[in-house]
Every structure is written in C-alpha cells, then in structure tokens.
C-alpha cells in the first residue's frame, strides 16, 4: 500500500511538472486542453493541442472569457462541463469565437463571479444559483424547500416557458443573460463522524448544528425542522464539521467529495428539498452587442453542454458515492412515507413562504405558474435519486 501511495505521488508529481512545462512553451489554456485531453506526456500531441489553441484563437473574431471555481477535471464527479461548453462554443458559432477558460477559481469564485459577469469584466461564469441571488435575486425562489428540489422539476421548471417569461426578464434588468442551468442533484442532509444516523425524519433534526451559507431561506428552513441554523463561510465549513462547530451541512453528494468532506461524515441522507444547482451567466450587453448568428451560436452551444450536462449526473453521482464510501460514508433514501414527513414539516405549501413567494416572485399567482411548470414534464430527461 505504502508503495502504491508513493508511486502515485510520483505519477502525480510528474504531471505537474510536465503541465508547468506546456504551459510556459505553449500557454495555460493549451496546457489544460492537453491535460485533461490525456495528451499532456506526449511531446508531439501536446504539440498539435497548441497549434490548434493558438489557430483557434487567431482566427476567431471574439474572445469569450469564461471563469469558474472548479478544476478542468471536476466533472468527473462534479458535472459542470467546462471543457466541454468550450468545445461547442467554438464550434457551433464556426470558429468566431474563442473561449479561453479560467477555471479553479483563478478570478474568484461565487458571488465574485457573478459580480465580475456583471460588471462586464469577464463574458461569463460558472457559480451556483445561491450566489447568483444577490445580484438576481428572483432566482432565489428555487431554495424555497419541497417544490423543485428533485432533479426533473428543476430541470423542467428552468426550461419551462413560465420560468422564461416570469423570471429571465427580471434577470436581464439586472445585467445577465442565462446561458444554462447545471444540474447537480439536490441538497442532502450530511452529519459529521460521532453523530447517530441516518437521519430518517424531521424529528431527527432538532437541535441539531446546520451549517448554512447566508441565505434566509435556508435558514429559515433548518429552523422550521428544528435544527439550530448555523451561518458559516464555505472556506471554514470542513473545520466547523471536524470540530463539531456544526454538525450537519447540506451541498450535492457530488459537492460533498470535490470539496474533500469524505473524512468528516458519517451518513448522508437523500431528503431532496432544495436543488444544488450551478448557472452559467452571460453578460447581457456583450450578449447583445455580437451578431444574431453567434448570439443562435452560444445558444445552440449552451443546450447542447447542458444535454450533455443531464447525461452525466447519475455517473458523477456514482462515483461520488463510491469514492466517499471508500472512507465509511453510508446513505440513506428515506421512505414515502418518511418523504411525506419532511414535506409537511418544512415545505412550499405552508404559509411560512408565503413573504419570500410575494417578494421573490411578485405574486402568489406567479408562484402557482412557476410550481405548475416544475411538475409539468418538459423536453429533458434527468435522472434522480
């Protein structure tokens, strides 16, 4: 065992050095292409990587910077696409635009991103809908617990003709065009190591510690459960969990493993109430200021990379849940019944919403359309738990 962890420090050590290489002769971006393409230990294809790249970016007439928080290599358990929404941006507008990527958080990442994509300082990123809210905060209704938490409403509620007339104007009067909306899975209920699990029922909530980013919903959520809500920073959430400051938080079970908790958690509990869900944002005025054809371009590309976006879930989920098994990690479906439980305790139908319903939305009757729409099959397929 020693050896093998040795020689995959090696291996690992080896391809840091041979992408520092590529990229100081043929730049960052070539580098990543030639990495993540598995082409990064050949001389002649990491070679050919950068002619293309560099052909690419000379012959193409706009440059579309497009910024995330995440490694090239995430969506293997963390389905975002990037590469990929490169890959059909390029092409499908016939080479008259070149994407360079920032991946990894290089400009940032959250709340920073959508800031930067609306003050025109990069074309587009990748951050999850919670961050996107403050800056477009109609989009916030979708934490509102038990009504498109499940894969397939979300996808059919952000693909619906209501979600497009009631909610993509009043984000375009704040500067942003939606590209897509990434599927991840939903929200669980993750408890740190030392707690009894699983947690089958809302019962099993009170009192306890629930990290939760600065969302109100939320918050008001763990409370309607009888959790203790918890605000704390995602950067210091894994030492909050280890240290039992909090003892449950609620990401993807995707997020879960790319963000490194599988040491810290005990059981997971797939309870499905709020979508974890990523957006792709554009802003608007550059959006607007390309020819029609590359505007149909990156549209056509963006349906396309969350086609392939949806195909992917169940396999990045599968491996999630396997590499986090691999550390002790159980999971648990709760029943139909115990399902019910959870939705009479915390979720859209009570009068509890009622405030966020008006304000997010405008009017209860909006509200009614959007909930139609999200249980009304749409065009795309998506796999849930």
């Not at 894994?238 to 997020?255: N, T, Y």
Request: one cysteine or more; aromatic letters at 10%.
């Amino acid at each position: 065992m020693k050896d093998q962890m040795n020689e995959q420090r090696e291996l690992k050590s080896a391809e840091r050095r041979r992408f520092m290489e590529v990229s100081a002769k043929f730049g960052f971006t070539a580098a990543t292409v030639a990495l993540f393409s598995g082409v990064i230990h050949s001389p002649e294809a990491s070679a050919q990587v950068a002619k293309e790249e560099n052909e690419r970016k000379k012959a193409a007439k706009y440059t579309m910077n497009i910024a995330t928080a995440y490694i090239l290599g995430a969506s293997r358990s963390y389905p975002i696409m990037q590469l990929d929404m490169k890959e059909n941006v390029q092409n499908t507008t016939n080479g008259m635009i070149y994407v360079k990527l920032a991946p990894g958080g290089q400009l940032g990442a959250g709340s920073a991103l959508a800031q930067k994509v609306q003050a025109g300082t990069i074309q587009a990123a990748q951050h999850s809908i919670s961050n996107f809210a403050p800056y477009a905060p109609v989009v916030d209704l979708i934490n509102i617990p038990y009504w498109c938490g499940e894969n397939q409403p979300f996808v059919n509620l952000v693909n619906s003709d209501a979600w497009k007339k009631e909610v993509d104007p009043k984000v375009a009067e704040k500067g942003f065009k939606v590209l897509w909306y990434v599927c991840i899975d939903p929200r669980v209920v993750a408890i740190r190591r030392g707690m009894d699990g699983p947690i089958k029922t809302p019962a099993q909530m009170k009192g306890v510690k629930f990290r939760v980013p600065g969302s109100k919903i939320l918050a008001q959520f763990y409370q309607l459960l009888g959790a203790n809500p918890t605000p704390i920073a995602w950067g210091e959430t894994s030492s909050a969990i280890k240290q039992g400051v909090a003892d449950a938080l609620d990401p993807s079970v995707e997020a879960l493993y790319v963000f490194g908790f599988k040491d810290a958690l005990s059981w997971v509990t797939f309870n499905g109430a709020v979508p974890d869900s990523q957006v792709y944002s554009c802003n608007l005025e550059w959006f607007n200021s390309l020819p029609k054809k590359v505007q149909e371009g990156i549209e056509f590309a963006s349906e396309i990379t969350m086609r392939q976006n949806l195909a992917k879930v169940p396999a990045a989920r599968a491996y999630a849940m396997a590499e986090l098994s691999k550390s002790g990690v159980q999971f648990y479906v709760p029943t139909a019944e115990e399902k019910k439980m959870w939705v009479e305790a915390a979720g859209a139908q009570l009068p509890a919403w009622d405030a966020f319903k008006k304000e997010l939305a405008g009017d209860l009757k909006v509200f009614d359309r959007l909930q139609e729409a999200a249980n009304t099959k749409g065009r795309y397929y998506v796999h849930d738990v």
